[in-house]
């Protein structure tokens, strides 16, 4: 397939045969972003031409690019075309932020959700512990970089978060990339290492605050904390990196937005 004077080869399986054809346009259009053909807040050619090159209809070409819309893979700009969605802040606040301020049922006032402030508590290269090891699918024993942050919002800690990430995927990162990295985590893996998070697993679970987590939030030794376990995903559903966030929810909820999948 030719799209913009670049060679895509079709990616078509025959398990995707047996899906619905805009559902292997779909899978067409991710593997041509994922592939690196179109980086973060790059344009796709027009739909004409990317029906053209697909061989299918603008019909289905369509419903396939308003899919990748709705899972935040592209980005729809009025007037100007259809963009690889980056990794921003407004991005992170909306899919992957969830800790906001009590909500006080006495007040209408709109709140806008505050962006946090991070501190680096921790980097260190070591080797990959069994459960690490299970939620990157990777050996015991591999090399994974381990970061320690705190979270604070309005200057008081709220979030204590450990991430495992595979050094083998992140090559040449660094304390000093990653610390000084211009934008989100997430944008730091997108734009350095094109590796775009699109959605994330997790499990919560109500946890008394280890020695390190109560230093981290400030808190006695044992208070109860909200404990979230995230397995971020890339295309294909691979893992991405693995964060466990010990939240403080005496002032604050963790807030997630549900609708029904279409």
């Given at each position: 397939m030719q799209v913009n004077n670049k060679t895509?080869?079709?990616?078509?399986?025959p398990a995707d045969e047996s899906l619905p054809l805009y559902r292997q346009v779909k899978r067409e259009l991710q593997k041509i972003i994922e592939d690196g053909h179109y980086g973060p807040g790059k344009p796709l050619p027009s739909e004409a031409t990317l029906a053209l090159a697909l061989q299918v209809s603008i019909g289905t070409l369509r419903h396939a690019v308003d899919e990748l819309v709705h899972e935040h893979v592209l980005v729809r700009r009025q007037g100007k075309g259809t963009f690889v969605a980056p990794h921003n802040r407004a991005r992170f606040m909306f899919q992957f932020f969830h800790v906001e301020p009590r909500w006080d049922p006495e007040d209408d006032t709109p709140?806008?959700?505050?962006?946090?402030?991070?501190?680096?508590?921790?980097?260190?290269?070591?080797?990959?512990?069994?459960?690490?090891?299970?939620?990157?699918?990777?050996?015991?024993?591999?090399?994974?970089?381990?970061?320690?942050?705190?979270?604070?919002?309005?200057?008081?800690?709220?979030?204590?978060?450990?991430?495992?990430?595979?050094?083998?995927?992140?090559?040449?990162?660094?304390?000093?990339?990653?610390?000084?990295?211009?934008?989100?985590?997430?944008?730091?893996?997108?734009?350095d290492f094109g590796i775009t998070v699109l959605r994330a697993q997790e499990r919560a679970r109500a946890v008394p605050a280890s020695k390190a987590v109560a230093r981290a939030l400030a808190l006695p030794v044992g208070t109860p904390v909200m404990e979230v376990h995230r397995l971020a995903l890339t295309f294909g559903d691979k893992p991405v990196e693995y964060r466990i966030s010990s939240i403080n929810t005496q002032a604050h909820d963790y807030v997630s937005m549900l609708s029904k999948a279409s």
């Open positions: 895509v080869p079709p990616q078509t399986s709140q806008e959700q505050e962006f946090p402030e991070i501190t680096c508590m921790a980097f260190a290269r070591d080797n990959a512990d069994a459960l690490e090891a299970r939620a990157l699918r990777i050996k015991p024993g591999e090399a994974v970089f381990r970061i320690e942050n705190k979270l604070a919002l309005r200057g008081r800690p709220v979030v204590h978060d450990r991430l495992a990430l595979s050094a083998m995927m992140f090559r040449n990162l660094t304390e000093k990339r990653f610390i000084e990295r211009p934008g989100t985590v997430y944008a730091l893996y997108q734009t």
